[in-house]
Nanobody, 122 residues
Framework: QVQLVESGGGLVQTGDSLRLACAAS????????MGWFRQAPGKEREFVAAISPYGASTYYADSVKGRFTISRVNAKNTVYLQMNSLKPEDTAVYYCAETLRYYGLESSYDSWGQGTQVTVSS
């Protein structure tokens, strides 16, 4: 049974940084691409970033490119999202997910974490 547990969210001010972590269990972590998504109040869930199984390739939404960095440590079964220069529009619940398929389709992801709240005040 796959389990993904996010942590690291919180309340910060505009321009601050946060690092989210997602600890995975119940899967061969290094076989999976991992993704971060977010859902703001009243909006649909959207793609944020993804990373290939060994971290050779990373992908970002245009809205976070240059500010967010996704990384992973396979020995720890953990994927991270370093978020810098945070803006109020980054406020959302952030979710991690795993996929053996194409990283760019939300429907490709199979297991999801419970999410962690990130709130950026202006």
């Amino acid at each position: 049974q796959v389990q993904l547990v996010e942590s690291g969210g919180g309340l910060v001010q505009t321009g601050d940084s946060l690092r989210l972590a997602c600890a995975a269990s119940g899967l061969t972590f290094s076989s999976y691409s991992m993704g971060w998504f977010r859902q703001a109040p009243g909006k649909e869930r959207e793609f944020v970033a993804a990373i290939s199984p060994y971290g050779a390739s990373t992908y970002y939404a245009d809205s976070v490119k240059g500010r967010f960095t996704i990384s992973r440590v396979n020995a720890k079964n953990t994927v991270y999202l370093q978020m810098n220069s945070l803006k109020p529009e980054d406020t959302a619940v952030y979710y991690c997910a795993e996929t053996l398929r194409y990283y760019g389709l939300e429907s490709s992801y199979d297991s999801w974490g419970q999410g962690t709240q990130v709130t950026v005040s202006s």
